[in-house]
């Protein structure tokens, strides 16, 4: 066994040992060979027809490491370059060490030879770790243990796993960094759509692109990436944390932890931000997002008072996005933050309350009382005008919502309907899917547009077949009722059998009487 080999084989670090010198070599012929589902997806053709020329010329300097399937054959655990290389290079069998390996042991010495890769891919790494995730005892810091990397390094690959499928070929075309799509891969699915779609117009930096037109470029998209930090900055300005989100534990664990204790007692849980004001991204949605002036630090740290009014606060934009710290939003009540606010708050009050009963009394009437200024009897006028609009509002909303339902309901509903449109901007549906489909008109058009975008997605609909996806889609036919069998025998039909030679031998007899008979009609004629 060569030492690459055996490197390949044993782990770095703790975990199920895999035994380097066990095994026996074996040729066996190609056709009995299968590859490893975890094995990495992606491969330089030129670098394949290389190796393959390599193999004719010099021959095989090191065999694949294979272990027995239980359906006949063997699986490729590492040499799958050279099985493909092989059947290139038109040979009949490979060299393999052949050796008795678990699931759990052929995983781990996939991911080691993987890592030992010189450029091993992101996205083949993140999902090897999450395979490994499924055996028990493996964590994140378990593997980055067991490969000598850092548990950073690990869950950033994890992380890359909730790319979309438009975000991740992004990184397959190396039209990202890594950075990037680390960056991208910690927002959710509408917000990657809007960091990829989303262009400057060449005036600065919006989203993940900027548009800039060079004579050189060739890039397959108008616009090019800004920096690391343009895209980190411009998360801060224009992505809404999510404070429950499962990034959140993982980016901020104290965070996430702080406002599931909030939850546990049902404390309202503030979003705060360090703009002036949230963005209009920032700000979409049903809770209120507090601006820079509108809060205060309340923990008692870095020169903040607490008070009796302060409640968890998360920073959901901004500088410092995702801190969580107490905050104090009471300006009509803390004295202790807003002490100006809320002596006005309290004096408008007594207003109100006076007003409640008639009237006030003036200082020559009664003693003690006094008289409110004109400019704060207008400001009670006003809050109680705000007060009594808003009580109106809140009374009419179920019946408003009972119409907007109705409203909906009674609305076109075709694919280039109003609400059609809407639902096609918020749903991504990858550009290749119009090659195979269009949305057409109706609304049955339209569900039948996104169930084939939905296949294109997931089950690799239109990439062609081949021996890894036929399973999937031979199991898709058999759901659809579509008998591809009998459209495999009416497109590509077997070629018929020769018949026996015995029947030919019969059939030359018979024909040679026939002539027989014939010269024999002639000349009595």
């Not at 408003?400 to 109705?406: D, R």
């Not at 509903?413 to 809407?422: F, L, P």
């Not at 990439?463 to 889609?473: I, K, P, V």
Request: aromatic share 4%.
């Amino acid at each position: 066994m060569t030492t690459a080999l055996a490197e390949h084989a044993r782990p770095t670090g703790p975990g199920p040992l895999v035994d380097p010198t066990g095994g026996d070599l074996v040729r066996l012929p190609l056709a009995e060979l299968h590859p490893h589902l975890a094995n990495r997806k992606r491969m330089q053709e030129a670098a394949l027809q290389e190796l393959a020329d390599n193999l004719t010329a010099v021959g095989q300097l090191e065999p694949a490491l294979v272990r027995p399937r239980a359906k006949g054959g063997y699986e490729i655990v590492s040499g799958e370059r050279r099985w493909r290389a092989a059947k290139l290079a038109g040979l009949p069998d490979l060299l393999c060490l052949r050796r008795a390996l678990t699931d759990e042991q052929a995983i781990v010495v996939i991911a080691t030879a993987n890592d030992q890769r010189e450029n091993p891919d992101p996205i083949d790494e993140a999902e090897l770790y999450k395979q490994m995730l499924l055996f028990k005892g493996w964590t994140p810091a378990r593997i980055a243990k067991q490969l000598g990397r850092g548990e950073t390094y690990v869950r950033d690959r994890l992380r890359l796993l909730r790319l979309t499928p438009a975000s991740r070929q992004l990184v397959i075309d190396d039209e990202i960094t890594l950075q990037h799509a680390i960056l991208l891969a910690s927002l959710n699915l509408e917000q990657q759509k809007n960091a990829i779609t989303q262009s400057s117009g060449g005036a600065g930096v919006g989203g993940l692109f900027r548009d800039e037109q060079t004579l050189f470029s060739h890039s397959k998209r108008d616009g090019v990436p800004v920096s690391v930090e343009e895209f980190r900055d411009w998360i801060r300005r224009q992505v809404r944390l999510d404070p429950r989100a499962e990034v959140t534990g993982e980016l901020w664990p104290e965070t996430a932890a702080a406002v599931q204790e909030a939850d546990a007692v049902r404390q309202k849980v503030l979003l705060l931000t360090t703009e002036y004001q949230a963005s209009q991204a920032v700000r979409h949605g049903v809770d209120r997002v507090f601006g820079q002036p509108s809060w205060k630090r309340a923990d008692g740290s870095k020169g903040a008072k607490t008070c009796e009014y302060s409640k968890l606060g998360v920073l959901v934009s901004g500088e410092h996005q995702g801190d969580a710290f107490q905050a104090c939003v009471r300006r009509d009540k803390c004295l202790t933050h807003w002490p100006q606010s809320a002596k006005a708050a309290a004096k408008r009050a007594k207003a109100r309350e006076q007003g409640a009963r008639g009237g006030t009394a003036t200082g020559s009437t009664k003693a003690g009382a006094t008289t409110p200024s004109k400019a704060e009897a207008k400001a009670a006028a006003e809050l109680a005008a705000k007060e009594a609009e808003l009580a109106r509002w809140q009374q009419a909303y179920p019946e408003i919502l009972k119409s907007v339902l109705a409203t909906v309901k009674s609305l076109p509903a075709g694919a280039d309907s109003k609400i059609g449109k809407a639902l096609l901007q918020r749903l991504y549906v990858d550009p290749g899917v119009n090659k195979l489909i269009t949305p057409g008109k109706t609304a049955e058009d339209l569900v039948r547009y996104l169930y084939v975008g939905d296949l294109y997605d997931n089950e690799d609909l239109g990439e062609g077949f081949d021996e890894y996806s036929s399973g999937r889609f031979q199991n898709l036919c058999k759901e659809l009722g579509v008998h591809a069998q009998k459209i495999v025998d009416r497109v590509a039909p077997a070629p018929k059998a020769e018949p026996p030679a015995k029947a030919k031998a019969k059939g030359t007899k018979k024909r040679a009487g026939d002539v027989r008979r014939a010269k024999a009609k002639q000349k009595a004629g």
